[in-house]
């Protein structure tokens, strides 16, 4: 297939700048989205195409952002063919498309759907259903549909890279800008704990950014070993990742927490007694939940914390993603006041 390019006026900035560049580009509607960004002089710049460089670069500006304003060189991007039929929905992991079984299609359409998609997709090289996640430590049950008989895989988010083994531990790609938004909450020198980190993608985010400790747990020791090949992959980390095989309920700690990372969002409220054992006074929790009623979540929250004898006040509620037609994902970010009252902002 032959790639196309073309030549676009553009913002060139320090690698270090360039996530904070593009979400403000994206914020303004700035970016030339045909066009794909790219690295120059072995990684110490980043160019992005765009659309109005006198605007961007005003922009820029006011947030004294150092950059140049160039003309460059990018390759287009091709935009994804649609499926057609009774799927067509999927997620992309690394070089690996995953679908999740809905109630209707058959088997055969997922199988016709993931052999058109590694068709026009030649980077792509798996496709696999998954038919449901089972247990505590959130194992996929997954059939094969077309190519590579392969699960593992490397994913990237933002700067990050993840290994990542779909049979093995959960993983959700959906989830890239949430990891993103904590890592920027925490502050250098911060104690973070992780209770449910998975493959520690919360963990590798915060300490890529931030001169912080983050203690990531979890039951599943595959997800652990993967975490620990992704601390390998991701060089030059600030922080210090520590990762610890245990049950979030029977937690080994004799210190407290600036930060609690609670995303199990079927069961997490049942781990909240730990939570405000090991946060610290004006501490954050983060906490995740499924619901179809959040407000009725937030009082049952407030409920629970008060029961422990552990106030707090709800800085932020926010849906992370739809989960079903009538469930979704919220986070909501609580600071902890252990001799305060209960508040709703």
């Not at 303004?28 to 794909?36: A, C, P």
């Not at 016709?112 to 696999?128: G, I, Q």
């Not at 093995?168 to 980190?197: C, Q, S, W």
């Not at 600071?335 to 009252?341: A, I, P, T």
Request: glycine share 4%; charged share 30%.
């Amino acid at each position: 297939m032959e790639e196309t390019y073309s030549e676009s006026e553009a913002i060139r900035v320090e690698a270090r700048l360039a996530e904070r560049v593009r979400r403000l580009l994206r914020k303004y509607s700035l970016l030339n989205t045909r066009l794909k960004p790219k690295s120059t002089e072995g990684g110490k710049y980043v160019v992005f195409p765009i659309v109005n460089s006198e605007k961007a670069s005003s922009i820029l500006e006011d947030f004294d952002i150092p950059h140049e304003v160039v003309i460059d060189t990018f390759q287009a991007i091709k935009k994804a063919k649609r499926l057609r039929g009774p799927v067509k929905s999927y997620k992309v992991v690394g070089d690996i498309v995953v679908f999740s079984r809905r109630a209707g299609p058959p088997i055969d359409a997922y199988i016709e759907a993931a052999k058109k998609v590694l068709e026009d997709n030649p980077r792509l090289k798996a496709a696999w259903l998954k038919m449901e996640t089972f247990g505590e430590e959130r194992i996929p049950k997954l059939i094969h549909l077309a190519g590579a008989m392969k699960t593992e895989t490397v994913a990237k988010e933002y700067e990050i890279y993840l290994a990542v083994d779909i049979a093995k531990a959960y993983y959700n790609p959906r989830l890239a800008a949430e990891h993103y938004r904590i890592a920027e909450l925490v502050n250098d020198g911060e104690v973070v704990l992780d209770m449910f980190t998975g493959i520690g993608a919360f963990p590798l985010h915060i300490a890529k950014r931030k001169e912080a400790v983050v203690y990531g747990i979890d039951v599943n020791l595959e997800g652990l070993l993967l975490a620990s090949k992704s601390m390998k992959i991701n060089k030059k980390l600030k922080g210090i990742i520590i990762l610890i095989n245990a049950d979030a309920g029977k937690l080994p700690f004799k210190i407290q927490f600036d930060r609690i990372i609670m995303n199990l969002p079927r069961n997490s409220k049942q781990f909240l007694y730990q939570a405000c054992k090991y946060v610290k006074d004006n501490g954050i929790i983060h906490i995740y939940l499924l619901t179809d009623y959040i407000e009725v979540e937030l009082e049952d929250i407030m409920k629970i914390m008060l029961k422990e004898d552990c106030k707090v006040q709800i800085e932020k509620v926010k849906k992370v993603l739809d989960y079903s037609p009538s469930q979704s994902i919220y986070v909501i970010d609580l600071r902890v006041k252990k001799n305060g009252e209960n508040t709703h902002e």
